[in-house]
Every structure is written in structure tokens, then in C-alpha cells.
């Protein structure tokens, strides 16, 4: 049901928004920080998901969490996406995930001990499809509207000559030219009759150049209207493919929250579900299941990295990595490959705790990774003592830790060009049911690449150390 | 568009009027000075509607007139490019036609009037469709476009257009009568 609109967003973020970029960055402009395409990568997520946390959509997309806000500021600019924000304390948060896992197979996580009371402020997205098809027919609209007005002239300010003494006036000095004898416009030094300077295109003598440069800029507008109308075909056909179907409706945040919630009771008498739906709604979250995020929650946190809230984190993963039963499974519904039962390959090199209760099938495809992260032990370390020998100058303490964040976000599989290309292959894989779209992969990879150092959202950028530390890497 | 805005004025005052109602008669004063001009920053100043205050008066020497800071509320009105204006015509020739939005002069060329409308000389000049549904004479009201501004320190002109969807006659003087 979604996915002609999904094919419509895809299309209207490769026509409008292939070239944005998020700047402002206190990075140099090099190639590397050159973040264009992420938009497209963005939206082509968004058409996966329903009501996403930020935070979680820029975990699996390996992309800072700034840096996704920044842009999904700007789509909430462009009126595509909703966003939705508010307090949640770690409880909250704790019920959150717990109701993500109770609709996503209707069983109970156990329960947790300690509770924090921290608030943090939480925000939420989703498209909204029904204003994406009205923003971009009137984009498109808009656009065909300039072009042609500039073709028929409308929106300029008329010019007049006078034949005789060839003195120019324009339609701001109307009231000065006005005669009260006839109704022409007269030359304020020889009273000629004016001439208004478009119907004397023909006549030769007011000087060619500036008559070629006119023709020579109709010509463009017209060559410009007739490439837009050929390359937005593809899209202008999805607008009326998509016409008479009722877009996809998410409603508000708490209203698709209490949907989803509504159908993952009706779907399994399960009571526990219930049970931690309602006590999430007592707490005011509305309880919020979420099937499709959290397939990336673990986090490799090595040396001191922040661990504030990971317990709550590591069972939000266990749970949510959960497979939905195939009745559970409706059409329309947007779901990721883990719900499915299939493998997602971030999340797969992610790999740790999230695996421990698994399928078989997953064990399998464990036992392969485990061979590859030998191998990308033996690299890392390879690459750190490479590193080791370049950054000899640095003082031993931050070097160390630069390492070691390196490291952990090689682990993560995105740090070097062999491990993304793997991610770059499993992903296409994937991808394979989604129309054959496999422009994502390649940028998200180089993205992820500029970003290896960041991809960890909670680990600090170290500063530019790092980032000749990273160049060296990919050289290496 | 409408402003309401905070503007400052320093009033000069003849002696004679030192006395127990001097504020009011600065206030009758700034109304008559300043409502109806145009300042090409503001635009024109429609109606004073508060005095804020006061400042202290500074004698001039020789003449005996002082002059007082004075800060004042005010309503001005200023048009822009894209707006759309009601404007009643006021004047309509071959090259196009002049109306009037408030104390805003906007002149119409022909080439923004729609090519379907063309000029009719005569007693009452006027564009006119090919039907006769429609038509532009003096003391018709339209509602156009603005597509250029020109503001002058005393003076503000605009290019209108009403080639465009829903601008056009909206009240036909001769329907009425
Ligand atoms: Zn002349």
C-alpha cells in the first residue's frame, strides 16, 4: 500500500535533494567531508520506517546524530518529514523499548531492577506522505510557473524608447510621461511618442547584441522547460500514479503509539504485553512500540566510553531483534529484515551481546562472522601499529585512546574500505526486494567512511588528530 | 502591507504655545505634520495612534522656539513586490492603466494585462475582453500583483500586473449602477 508513495518519495529525494548538504560543519571542505547524497539515504530510510527515534535512525545509518538532525531539520523545513519531541526519563525510556518488544513478538522482557530518573529529550520522526505529494506537486509547479513566466515576459518591468532621440524610460516613470492630449506615453526631453521596447524586438536599430542576448535567453528557458518536463517524467508519472490512493497516515506520534500498541495486544492475548503497554501509558509515554528500530542499540563500548544507559540499551537490542511471526507479518506494514527473521548486516557486524539469543539460522551467519572478525582483529591490529608508527610525535595518553576509538569503530565494521565494502555487498543483498534500488549502498558507504570516526554516536569526536589518524587508515 | 511601528519626530514649538497645554498641542501638531507623508524607509505613515513620550525641550537660541524629541505610535503602510493590493483606476490609456491602493500610485502596462483584454478608445477609455464580460475603465476596482516598487524619499510607485491567476476586475462600476 505504501509503495507508491515510497517510490515518490524515493524519486522526488534523487530529483531535489541529491545535491543537499548539511554545511556548517567546522570540518574543510575536502572531498571527504563532502556529505551530498546523505539526504537521499535519509529519506530512502524514512520510507522503511514509520515514526522512527532520531537516535536510533542515525545508529543504523551510522551517521552522527547532529548531523541527522541537521538534516531532518531541513526536510521539517521542506514539509516532508513530521517530528515530533519530548521528555522521556531513562525509565521512560526502559518502558519505551520494553513496548517495542512487546509488539514486536508479544512477550515480556524481563523486567529491570535500578531505575534512573534522568530527563532527556527524545524526538521522534516520519514522513508524511500526503504533504510530501502536495509539497512536491507544487514544487513542481512552482517551477514550471518561473520558467514560463519568465518566457512570457510577466514579471518584468517594461521598458520604453523613445524612436527619437533614443532615450530609454521605464514603467516607473509612467507618471511623468503621461500626456493629457493622447493615450501614449511622451518623451520628457522631445516629446516623441514612446515606444514600449518589446514591440521593437524586430526592428534592428536599438542595438543587436542586446536583441541576440534576449533571443539567445529565450532559447535557454525554453531548452530548460523542455529538459525539466523529459528528466521529472519519471516523476510526474508516480504523482499520478499515486493520485487517487489514500497516502499512508501515521497520525501523531501518540496516536500511531497507541495503534500499534492496540494492534500488538489484539494480535497476542498475551497479558504481559498489556501489561507493559499500560504501565507505559501510566507513565505517560503512551508506550511506545516501535518494531522496526533498535536493530543497532548494542554498542561496543571499549575503555570508558559511556556507559550510562546500557542496560537499557542491550535489552531494547535483545528485544527488538526479535523476529515477528509471519501472521503477525500485514501487508502495508514497514518492517525491517530482522522482524522478517532475516539478517541485518550492520547489525550483524555489530556483533556481540545482540547475538546471544538467536535463531539458528542467525548462529550460522554468526559462525561466518566470527571467521571475518578474526580477520578484522588481525587488520586492526595491523593498522594500529601503522598508526602507532606514524603518530609517534603525539603524546602517548591521546593516542591511545584515538586508537582505540579507531578500533572500536573498525569493529563496527565501517572504519577501513575492505570491511565497508562487505557492509557495501550484504547490504545490497538486502536491498534486493526494494525495487532494485541499490544507489543507497554505495554513498551510505562513503559517508560511513567519512564518518568512521563518528559512527559511534556516543563516542566524541576527538578533534582533527583523529582525522589524519583516519586518512592514514584508509591509505593503509 | 500594515505596520504598526514606534517612530521618532523632533518637534519644533513656537513660544506662544508654552503653557498648560503644551503636550496637547504638540500632540495635535505631530498628527498634522506627520499623517500622510511617506518616508521611503517606512513607507506612508497612515495615522498616529499614541504618543509614547515626551523628551525634554531644548531652547534654540535666537529664535525662542524649542524643540522636542518625541516618540510616537504609528500605523504606515508600505507595499512590496509580490503583494497582492485592491486598487481602484484611476486613469487608462493605450499604454495601460493607473489606480490608486491608498496614497500607492501602481501603473499596469498593457503587456501585463491578459492578452485576451484589449483597448477600447473612446469617451471611456478601457480594456475590454473579446466577449465583454470583463472591463477595465476608470473607477473600476482590481486586484493585482505588485512586481516592482520604486520608493523615493517623499514618494512610493509600484508595477502592478493582473496577468495572473485570480487577480483582475473584482467590482465592475457599471454592474453596479
Ligand atoms: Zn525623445
Known amino acids: 500500500m505504501t509503495e507508491p508513495f515510497n517510490r515518490l518519495v524515493k524519486l522526488a529525494a534523487r530529483a531535489f535533494y541529491d545535491d543537499f548538504t548539511t554545511k556548517g560543519d567546522n570540518q574543510p571542505k575536502t572531498g571527504r567531508s563532502d556529505n551530498r547524497g546523505m539526504a537521499v539515504v535519509v529519506l530512502d530510510a524514512l520510507t522503511r520506517r514509520q515514526w522512527v527515534r532520531e537516535e536510533d535512525l542515525a545508529k543504523s545509518l551510522k551517521l552522527h546524530t547532529k548531523q541527522l538532525r541537521r538534516t531532518l531539520r531541513f526536510f521539517e523545513e521542506e514539509k516532508l518529514v513530521t517530528r515530533d519531541h519530548r521528555k522521556e526519563t531513562a525509565k521512560g525510556a526502559k518502558i519505551f523499548s520494553a513496548a517495542i518488544a512487546a509488539a514486536a513478538d508479544g512477550q515480556q522482557v524481563g523486567k529491570e531492577g535500578d531505575e534512573k530518573t534522568k530527563i532527556h529529550t527524545h524526538s521522534y520522526c516520519c514522513l508524511d506522505y500526503a504533504q510530501i505529494y502536495d509539497v512536491v506537486r507544487y514544487r513542481l509547479h512552482r517551477m514550471k510557473k518561473k520558467l514560463k513566466d519568465e518566457l512570457d515576459n510577466r514579471n518584468t518591468i517594461q521598458e520604453y524608447i523613445c524612436p527619437n532621440c533614443n532615450r530609454r524610460y521605464s514603467a516607473f516613470d509612467a507618471m511623468q510621461l503621461v500626456s493629457m492630449e493622447d493615450e501614449y506615453f511622451h518623451c520628457e526631453s522631445c516629446n516623441g511618442e514612446l515606444v514600449a521596447e518589446s514591440d521593437k524586438l524586430a526592428a534592428e536599430e536599438m542595438g543587436d547584441g542586446d536583441d541576440n542576448s534576449r533571443r539567445r535567453r529565450r532559447e535557454k528557458l525554453k531548452d530548460m522547460l523542455q529538459r525539466m518536463e523529459e528528466q521529472l517524467k519519471p516523476l510526474t508519472l508516480q504523482l499520478a500514479r499515486v493520485k487517487d490512493l489514500p497516502a499512508p497516515e501515521f497520525g501523531t506520534l501518540q496516536a500511531w503509539e497507541a495503534s500499534v500498541n492496540a494492534a500488538g495486544r489484539g494480535g497476542n492475548n498475551n497479558g504481559s504485553a498489556t501489561d507493559a503497554s499500560k504501565s507505559a501509558q501510566g507513565q505517560g509515554y503512551g508506550g511506545t512500540p516501535m518494531p522496526y528500530i533498535g536493530e543497532t542499540k548494542v554498542e561496543v563500548t571499549i575503555f570508558g566510553a559511556d556507559v550510562k544507559d546500557e542496560g537499557a540499551e542491550t535489552e531494547a537490542a535483545t528485544a527488538s531483534l526479535k523476529v515477528l511471526p509471519p501472521w503477525m507479518i500485514k501487508q502495508g506494514m514497514n518492517l525491517t529484515k530482522e522482524q522478517r527473521g532475516e539478517l541485518r548486516p550492520d547489525a550483524k557486524v555489530d556483533g556481540s551481546e545482540a547475538y546471544r539469543d538467536q535463531s539458528d539460522e542467525k548462529k550460522q551467519e554468526q559462525k561466518q562472522e566470527d571467521v571475518k572478525s578474526l580477520e578484522e582483529e588481525y587488520l586492526t591490529a595491523y593498522y594500529e601499529a601503522y598508526a602507532r608508527m606514524l603518530e609517534a610525535s603525539k603524546t602517548a595518553q591521546g593516542e591511545a585512546e584515538v586508537s582505540q576509538q579507531s578500533t572500536s569503530s573498525y569493529l563496527n565494521g565501517v572504519s577501513d574500505t575492505n570491511s565497508a565494502r562487505q557492509v557495501g555487498m550484504k547490504v545490497k543483498r538486502e536491498d534486493d526486494d526494494d525495487g532494485g534500488i541499490e544507489w543507497e549502498e554505495d554513498v551510505a558507504t562513503g559517508i560511513l567512511n567519512e564518518l568512521s570516526i563518528v559512527n559511534d554516536p556516543n563516542a566524541q569526536p576527538d578533534g582533527s588528530g583523529d582525522e589524519d589518524d583516519d586518512i592514514d587508515w584508509e591509505e593503509g | ?177
Open chain 2, 1 to 177: 502591507m500594515f505596520f504598526h511601528m514606534v517612530l521618532e519626530r523632533n518637534m519644533q514649538l513656537h513660544p506662544r504655545y508654552f503653557g498648560p497645554h503644551l503636550h496637547e498641542k504638540l500632540t495635535t501638531k505631530l498628527v498634522k505634520d506627520v499623517e500622510g507623508t511617506c518616508s521611503g524607509k517606512h513607507g506612508f505613515v497612515v495615522a498616529v495612534t499614541k504618543v509614547e513620550s515626551i523628551g525634554k525641550g531644548l531652547i534654540r537660541e535666537g529664535t525662542g522656539f524649542v524643540t522636542f524629541p518625541v516618540k510616537y505610535q504609528c500605523v504606515v503602510f508600505r507595499p512590496f513586490r509580490g503583494e497582492i493590493l485592491e486598487a481602484v483606476v484611476t486613469l487608462v490609456n493605450k499604454m495601460g492603466f493607473f489606480a490608486e491602493a491608498g496614497p500607492v500610485n501602481i501603473f499596469v502596462s498593457n503587456h501585463l494585462i491578459p492578452d485576451d483584454m484589449e483597448f477600447q478608445s473612446g469617451d471611456i477609455p478601457n480594456y475590454t475582453t473579446s466577449d465583454g464580460s470583463v472591463k477595465i475603465q476608470k473607477d473600476s476596482e482590481v486586484r493585482l500583483k505588485i512586481i516592482g516598487v520604486r520608493v523615493d524619499a517623499a514618494e512610493i510607485f509600484c508595477i502592478g500586473t493582473i496577468k495572473d491567476d485570480f487577480l483582475g476586475v473584482i467590482n465592475d462600476p457599471d454592474a453596479t449602477a
